[in-house]
């Protein structure tokens, strides 16, 4: 199975500065038909996951253009321009390339 | 607008049964692959399994094989994941998930 790891865990962040998340693969996520299927979720307390990001770097409609994705092979990371108090929660990435399984990171924790 | 409706959950003893249900709404379910997935209390997300659009091949994680069996019925645009030989680490919140669109979730209790 592929073992998705993120870092860091614990992100504290100040409101209206920049924050970057990283998830790393233990094997390239580039697929045989030249895609990458690296996702980004994030979660608030009490709510579904919501996905941020498919196939590295497009944005899901309504998501706001202050999140980017970006990487390839087996390094990946998510990036907030300015945080805003909406985005706090649990951020996790997810591999789609190899499976089954589907393999999510730990997730990593957004807070103030 | 496209919309998942988890339903079933509850409280078993360990060694029992439960039946969960995803009712889907907005899109045309019979085209798309479906996906079940977990979350322990206070834990990450865990890929439980999923089915092809004609319910002709799925696939679980190791931990769930030869208890889960997922099912669907296009013509009802439901979803199903039975569950037998309930364990207690199978206590956490079931999500039905297509991509970019997940369920609210529905509470899995495992307890004597």
Known sequence: DVVMTQSPLSLPVTLGQPASISCRSSQSLLHSDGNTYLNWFHQRPGQSPRRLIYKVSNRDSGVPDRFSGSGSGTDFTLQISRVEAEDLGVYYCMQGTHWPPYTFGQGTKLEI | ?112
């Open chain 2, 1 to 112: 607008e496209e919309q998942l409706v988890e339903s079933g959950g509850g409280l078993v003893q360990p060694g029992g049964s439960l039946r969960l249900s995803c009712a889907a709404s907005g899109f045309s379910f019979s085209g798309y692959w479906m996906n079940w997935v977990r979350q322990a209390p206070g834990k990450g997300l865990e890929w439980v399994g999923n089915i092809k659009e004609d319910g002709s091949e799925k696939y679980y994680v190791d931990s769930v094989k030869g208890r889960f069996t997922i099912s669907r019925d296009n013509a009802k645009n439901s979803l199903y994941l039975q569950m037998n030989s309930l364990r207690v680490e199978d206590t956490g919140v079931y999500y039905c998930m297509r991509g970019g669109v997940w369920g609210q979730g529905t509470t899995v209790t495992v307890s004597s």
